[in-house]
């Protein structure tokens, strides 16, 4: 269960990486080319992770996994890893490779 969790929060990261690439490149699209010079879609972005997490207890809410999980074992402290682990260390390494 928690490796199935680990898969979803990465899927859900390249989602909200993804739509914010989309929502950047249409708004620089009226830009000047400074603007999409400096985008901010290749830097890292520490709301992205707070948003997958967010994202990741609605999803456990909505399927009704919640009982699931606490059944399984995981605790409240456990699963707060689980949901910010992938999103953070794909921010990290974007992080890395944009060179902050």
Do not use: K, Y
């Not at 949901?83 to 944009?98: K, R, S, T």
């Amino acid at each position: 269960m928690r490796t199935a969790l680990l898969l979803r929060q990465s899927v859900l990261w390249l989602l909200v990486r993804g739509a914010h690439a989309v929502v950047a490149w249409v708004a620089a699209s009226s830009a000047s080319p400074e603007v999409i010079a400096s985008n901010a879609v290749l830097q890292p972005q520490p709301a992205v992770v707070l948003v997958c997490a967010g994202v990741g207890v609605v999803e456990l809410w909505r399927r009704g996994e919640r009982q699931l999980v606490g059944n399984l074992g995981i605790d409240q402290w456990q699963l707060a890893a689980i949901l910010l682990g992938p999103p953070l260390c794909a921010e990290l390494v974007v992080a890395i490779a944009a060179g902050f």
